[in-house]
């Protein structure tokens, strides 16, 4: 699938980091087989606390990040896609896709406080500790709506001019997000708050999972032609395209190891190690479980999670000939994926 594989000197001493007897520098550590109906979308870590956070399509499954198992439970959040974590207020947000709304619950209760009405379809969400306003991308609506968290009321809404998929903060007054139908990445100014770029993504379709190396202004926009593109984040200037497995929805990096993270639905993870600002190089394809193609990284512990299920097959037909297959009952799992020799 892939042409070749790049390993270095520099990429088997990353952060100290052990080495797998085969080369490899991530394995998969544990599976959790959690079970329940539905579909998936993103999650999110809570590492101070310990938490996995994932979407279940009505509601919101919190996991415990030492055991494994099923720790909560937030309801009431209808076609959930996202949920931002704002510890120091102690809430969170959940973009509830099907109500057009933001909920607003209580990390301590896990009890829904507040919705918010946005725009249509409200997708991709992020809390930026910088201005503490919550970010939720509307994704038919080709929209922004920007949040004060600690008031609870709307800021702004930002036109995008083309749909929104995955965002990041860098947490220094810049928020950069995919718009996923026009190939391009655009920067807003979360203070101001307004659009102030739209970069071209070279080699890159449909862009949907984002990651960001903050410290180095670079991002990480990861494609449905299994490309990332990598920009600078200052200048808009394209670093590199490199290649990824097919079927990617999300994307990680962690600044420890200076590794990004391409989950990709075929049933891998690609790893992009930066040796520096201007150099990356792919340097493993972890095989993971097919529809594993959202993801979370827990900062603290170097820690990857990544869901997904079994899938039945079906028949295509003249009415339908790429029909999607169908989830297998009480077959949902998490995936963590852990740096080799510290699983």
Known sequence: MFKRLVLSATTLLIAGMAIASDGAPYVIAERWALGGDGGWDYLSVDGGAHLLYLSRATHVAIVDLATGKIAGDIDGTPGVHGIALAPDLGRGY??????????????????????????????????????????????????????????????????????????????????????????????????????????????????????????????????????????????????????????????????????????????????VHEADPDHFSVVQNLATANGARTIALDAVTHRIYLPTASFGSISPSLLDPHPKSPILPNSFVVLVVAPAGKN
């Open 94 to 271: 959940i973009s509830a896709g099907k109500a057009n709304q933001v909920k607003v619950f209580d990390l301590n209760t896990r009890r829904v406080t507040a919705s918010i009405d946005v725009g249509s379809k409200p997708d991709a969400i992020l809390y930026d500790r910088h201005s503490h306003r919550v970010v939720v991308f509307n994704g038919h609506g080709d929209s922004a709506t920007i949040i004060d968290a600690v008031a609870g009321k709307l800021v702004a809404t930002l036109n995008l001019g083309g749909a929104p998929e995955f965002a990041r903060s860098d947490e220094a007054g810049h928020v950069y997000v995919n718009i996923e139908n026009k190939n391009e990445l655009a920067a807003i100014d979360i203070d101001v708050p307004a659009v102030t770029a739209h970069w071209a993504l070279p080699g890159c379709d449909a862009p949907s999972g984002l990651a960001l190396d903050a410290a180095h202004h670079r991002s990480f926009s990861v494609c449905s032609n299994a490309a990332m593109a990598i920009l600078d984040t200052q200048s808009g200037k394209s670093l590199a395209t490199l290649p990824i497995g097919h079927g990617v929805d999300g994307a990680e990096f962690d600044s420890a190891s200076q590794n990004a993270f391409s989950a990709n639905g075929d049933g891998t993870l690609t790893v």
